[in-house]
């Protein structure tokens, strides 16, 4: 069983910075497309940036919305994905969900949330302005 346990959100105000993480247990984070998603209340469960994939690698894909802004990377020795986000905007504020699916092919060329099936609890991010 793949369990997934983000943390790191918190409050901030526009223009600041978080890093959130998410600790990977039951199988080795290099096998899966690993994804961070975010809801806001009254929206769908959009994508935000996917590394990884069985392939090996490929480069990290990311929402139009956060590129230049949000960085996707991944520990594969401490088993944990990472997502650094500066320059943030009252537009991010949401829950942040990490999420995994066993797949070579890992971009939002491909993947979308219905994709994946292991999810972590969330970690609630808001931005004040």
């Known amino acids: 069983l793949v369990q997934l346990v983000e943390s790191g959100g918190g409050s901030v105000p526009a223009g600041g910075s978080l890093r959130l993480s998410c600790v990977v247990s039951?199988?080795?984070?290099?096998?899966?497309?690993m994804g961070w998603f975010r809801q806001a209340p009254g929206k769908e469960r959009e994508g935000v940036a996917l590394?990884?994939?069985?392939?090996?690698?490929?480069?990290?894909s990311y929402a139009d919305s956060v590129k230049g802004r949000f960085t996707i990377s991944k520990d594969n020795a401490e088993n944990t994905l990472y997502l650094q986000m500066n320059s943030l905007e009252p537009e991010d504020t949401a829950s942040y969900y990490c999420a995994a699916v066993r797949a070579i092919l890992c971009s939002f060329n491909y993947r979308t949330a219905r994709d994946f099936n292991y999810w972590g609890q969330g970690t609630q991010v808001t931005v004040s302005s």
């Open positions: 590394f990884g994939g069985g392939g090996g690698g490929g480069s990290p």
């Open positions: 039951g199988n080795t984070i290099s096998s899966y497309c």
